[in-house]
């Protein structure tokens, strides 16, 4: 997590924005929260939304040391845009997703504490996602919410979200409900970028070739015309 100079709330106490502890343990893991990170942060432009990674969220008004720091989490109806930390009795809303990228040395945490946790602040659904298949045999395991209890999600779909989550090797991949679209990662956008240019590029340049075709033919006929006239019509 980042160092950040932590600043006192307006009752004076101090809620810090880093236990500068690294953000992950694994470039698995670290490319997977930052990947699953950018994606939401992408689909969920411009709405009042926001999309957190790794940031502490406070819990409890007047207790600095209650505080958790999901991996990535997603909260609705607040201001869109990052934060050094969140803290839930100022902004009003609790996450609606929450996702741990998950490992054998943070199993029981993820599985235990942090579940019961979440399951208490009413988080909607909480995604343990498990890169290198350390202890989900299917690498991802979903909960969603009912009444006060957490209930396994069979289908993989996320209803704050409207996504079908699918794993994607030691990602995520994320499709939109309302048309099959996947969500695209960054390396993914930047190839789609490129075949775009390309496929751009390429169109210039039969235009050009289609371009010069026509001048050449109109040289011709010009030509022709100075040495014959006009070309009768039949």
């Known amino acids: 997590m980042t160092a950040v100079v ?3 709330s307006k009752s004076g106490i101090i809620y810090p924005s880093s236990d500068k ?5 694994t470039y698995d893991h670290l490319y997977a929260i930052l990947t699953t ?4 942060r992408q689909y969920l432009l411009n709405r009042r939304v926001t999309v957190l990674a790794n940031q502490f969220l406070y819990y409890a008004e007047g207790f600095p040391k209650l505080r958790v720091a999901p991996d990535v989490m997603v909260i609705y109806d607040v201001e869109s845009g990052g934060r050094d930390n969140y803290k839930i009795w100022e902004e009003k809303q609790v996450p609606k997703v929450i996702f741990e990228i998950t490992s054998r040395s943070t199993q029981d945490e993820d599985k235990n504490t942090k579940k019961k946790l979440y399951e208490a602040l009413e988080v909607q659904e909480y995604w343990l996602f498990d890169p290198k298949g350390e202890w989900i045999s299917q690498k991802l395991q979903g909960y969603r919410l009912k009444g006060d209890v957490y209930e396994s999600i069979t289908d993989y779909q996320s209803e704050p979200l409207q996504l079908r989550l699918a794993v994607e090797g030691k990602l995520i991949g994320f499709y939109r409900l309302d048309n099959g ?3 695209l990662v960054p390396d993914e956008l930047a190839q789609a970028l490129k075949e775009e240019t390309l496929k751009r590029q390429e169109a210039e340049e039969q235009a050009e070739q289609e371009r010069q075709r026509a001048a050449k033919l109109e040289s ?3 030509r022709y015309k100075e040495q014959f006239g006009e070309i009768p019509e039949e």
Request: glycine residues 0%.
């Open 6 to 8: 932590p600043t006192p």
């Open 21 to 25: 502890e690294p953000v992950a343990e």
């Open 37 to 40: 990170l950018e994606v939401l």
């Open 181 to 183: 679209q996947k969500l």
């Open 220 to 222: 011709l006929l010009a």
